[in-house]
């Protein structure tokens, strides 16, 4: 089991920066790999980015490359979302995730309200 739990979320304006953070708990030695999505009221969840816990290699989806920035600290065992540039479209809850293997069970953290006025 891991334990997620994200901060960091809030009200901005468009072009503003924020930083959200993944405290992850638990069994996080066996943590594969972590990421963030993203959802709003009656939308599907959103994948965001993801980061490979022991590599640090990262994937984007398309509408954040060149804007935010995924990256970790694995002593801390906590991930961040660097997030500038933003726009009113950024406007979501995210999540944070982690799997301890790819296929594997997704653990989720509690979600994080952004909020960028225009």
């Known amino acids: 089991q891991v334990q997620l739990v994200e901060s960091g979320g809030g009200l901005v304006q468009a072009g503003g920066s924020l930083r959200l953070s993944c405290a992850a708990s638990?069994?996080?030695?066996?943590?594969?790999?972590m990421g963030w999505y993203r959802q709003v009221l009656g939308k599907e969840r959103e994948f965001v980015a993801r980061i490979n816990w022991d590599s640090g290699f990262t994937t984007y989806t398309d509408s954040v490359k060149g804007r935010f920035i995924i990256s970790r600290d694995n002593a801390k065992n906590t991930m961040y979302l660097q997030m500038n540039s933003l726009k009113p479209d950024d406007t979501a809850i995210y999540s944070c995730n982690a799997r301890l293997r790819v296929g594997g069970p997704n653990y989720w953290g509690q979600g994080t309200q952004v909020t960028v006025s225009s």
């Open positions: 638990g069994r996080t030695s066996r943590i594969y790999d």
